[in-house]
C-alpha cells in the first residue's frame, strides 16, 4: 500500500530509456521500485509480469498488450493508455488520478481490488477513472464493459458526495446537499441496482412479495373481502385461506391473475393500493432491467 497515493515507496531507480524496461523484464518476472522516465512507452507486449511500485506518471503508453500482468501500488498519475490490451489484468493500490483512456480494450473488473484500504477521500480520482473507462467501452462498442463501469460509476459517485461531505475533497457540502443527494443514490443502488442488475430485481421483489403476503395474512379479515364477478372456491369471507392470499397477492403485485377479491373496507383499499404502486415500480424497473441488459 502507498504510504503517500501520490508518491511511490521507497527510494525506487529509474528506467531512463524506453529500451532499458523492455530489456529488465526479459530476465524478471517482477518489476519493483521504478519510475519510468520516458515520455512514450509503445509496440509492446508484457505477459506474466507483476509490477510494483513503479510509476508511469505522464506517459503515453500506446499500442502495448498486458497479458496476465498485475499492478501493485504503481503510479498512473496523468497516464495516457492508447490502443492498449489489458487481458487478465489486475490493479491494485494503484493511483489513476487524472488517466486517460482511449481505444483500448480493458475489463473494469481489474480494478475491482484497487482502491480497497483507503477512505472516500479518494473517490475524485475513482470517478474520473470508471467515467473513462465507461466512455472508452462505449466508443469501442463493448456492451459488457460499459455496463460494469456505468454501475461502478454510479457507486463511486455516491462515495464522492461522502468524500465531499466528510473529507471536503475535493470540496465540502452542506449536509443537506449531501442528503439530498446521497439518500436517492443508496436507494437506487441497494434496491433498484441502478437498473442494471437482475439479481437485485430478484431480491427486491422476493422481500416486497413476501411482506405483501404476510401483510395481508395478519390483515386479512380488516380487509372485508369480497368477491366480484365469480365465486373463487379457495375465498371464504369467514375463514382465511393460504392459496386465496396468494391469489391476491399476485393480483395486486403482478396482475397476472384475477383473484376476484375487491377489499371493501378502507384499510384493504388502502393496502391494496399501497401494493399496487409498489407492483407498478417494480414492474418499470424490470423493465429498465431487461432494456440496459438486452437491448442497450
Known sequence: MLQNFFRLNDNPSEFLEEQSLKDYQLNHDTIRNFIFIPKELKDFKFKNKTFNNVSFSKTL??????????????????????????????FSGCNTHAIRIYKTYINPISFDGNF???????????????????????????????????????????????????????YKIPICEFLIQYIPNIIFRKVFGYGLRLRNFIVTFSIVYIGSFISNYF?????????????????????????????????????????????????????????????????????????????K
Open 219 to 295: 390483515l386479512w379479515e380488516k380487509y372485508i373481502l369480497k368477491t366480484k364477478d365469480v365465486e373463487i372456491a379457495a375465498f371464504s369471507s369467514e375463514n382465511y385461506n393460504n392459496l386465496a392470499n396468494f391469489y391476491f397477492t399476485n393480483d395486486v403485485l403482478t396482475k397476472i391473475v384475477d383473484s376476484q377479491f375487491q377489499p371493501s373496507s378502507d384499510l384493504g383499499m388502502n393496502m391494496l393500493t399501497f401494493q399496487g404502486i409498489l407492483g407498478f415500480i417494480l414492474f418499470s424497473f424490470l423493465i429498465t432491467v431487461l432494456i440496459n441488459k438486452f437491448v
Open 61 to 90: 503508453i500506446e499500442d502495448v498488450d498486458f497479458i496476465s500482468c498485475h499492478f501493485v501500488d504503481c503510479l498512473f498519475i496523468g497516464t495516457e493508455f492508447k490502443k492498449c490490451k489489458f487481458i487478465e489484468a489486475s
Open 116 to 170: 480497497k484500504g483507503y477512505n472516500y477521500s479518494f473517490s475524485n480520482i475513482v470517478v474520473h477513472l470508471y467515467q473513462e473507462i465507461y466512455d472508452n467501452s462505449v466508443d469501442q462498442q463493448i456492451i459488457e464493459f460499459s455496463k460494469k463501469a456505468k454501475y461502478n460509476l454510479l457507486k463511486w459517485e455516491g462515495r464522492l458526495l461522502i468524500s465531499k461531505y466528510k473529507y471536503k475533497q475535493p
